[in-house]
């Protein structure tokens, strides 16, 4: 008989210490009670009681900050779920000379370059004199996270089956009893993907965001590298400590409901 190769295991151990590694690091740094994480210098937890305190200015901001990062991506994600759903529609149900146009624009922002747009939308909300904030970053975030959310729905489409659209027209349906009974249901694995997909961009992006915040508006991933060149390094690793604990937590939670829903409704 023929030995297999260990080869492929220490290649996935090695890929796995490569991707955690940092991460690992990260979890025991913030712990470390220098400020700077050269050296070790003990165990403390006063980064993160440093994070609890309401009289700490870091700590503030950096609430501030995150506070403004989720408003910016719930927007930005409904919007991009509406417009994105709607142009994988338009892509995939209509032919036309204008077909090709529109898939480029579609397209276009996921091949640009994060510099170019960001200093593209800036120009622009700069020549239309308007202020910038909140909304410059929402509707910023949502110029790329349309083609996101438009390729995931096309995806989902290409498997889609048009009949069921001609039968309930046939019953007597009329177009928003099609949309809402049929389409929604059919779509809505896709949309919903799209819609995470979108969220994880807007919450990670700094680069646009950089050129189109304004005073007041600083979003988390622009405030840590604001404290990474001039503030307390040690409290970023303590946040992220509790991102870390925020997306384990909602990953196995959401494992657990589809597993009693499988187990609930097992499928036949």
């Known amino acids: 008989m023929r030995k297999r190769s260990r080869l492929p295991m220490f290649v996935t151990l090695g890929v796995l210490l490569f991707l955690y590694a940092p991460i690992l690091v990260l979890i025991l740094y913030s712990f470390n009670d220098s400020r700077y994480p050269g050296a070790w210098q003990g165990f403390t937890l006063k980064w993160y009681r440093m994070l609890l305190e309401a009289n700490s200015v870091e700590a503030r901001d950096i609430w501030r900050a995150t506070r403004n990062t989720l408003v910016v991506a719930f927007a930005a994600t409904i919007i991009s779920m509406v417009f994105g759903t709607m142009a994988a529609w338009a892509m995939y149900r209509f032919r036309s000379r204008l077909q090709s146009l529109h898939q480029m624009l579609v397209y276009a922002p996921l091949v640009v370059p994060d510099i170019l747009m960001g ?79 979108a969220f994880t961009l807007s919450v990670d992006d700094f680069v646009i965001t950089f050129f189109t915040a304004g005073p007041g508006s600083t979003t988390l991933p622009v405030q840590v590298y604001s404290m990474m060149r001039h503030g307390t390094p ?20 959401s494992q657990r409901v589809l597993q009693r829903k499988n187990n609930t409704h097992p499928h036949i």
């Open 119 to 197: 200093i593209s939308l800036l120009m622009l909300f700069v020549n239309m004199s308007v202020n910038l904030g909140l909304t410059t970053i929402v509707v910023s975030h949502t110029t790329f996270c349309i083609s996101y959310v438009a390729l995931v729905v096309l995806g989902r489409l290409q498997d889609f089956d048009h009949t069921l659209v001609d039968a309930a027209r046939d019953l007597g349906a009329n177009g928003f009893a099609v949309c809402v009974r049929i389409l929604l249901p059919l779509l809505g694995p896709g949309i919903a993907a799209g819609g995470l997909l």
């Open 234 to 253: 040690t409290l970023i690793n303590a946040l992220s400590v509790i991102f870390i604990i925020v997306t384990f937590s909602v990953v196995i939670f």
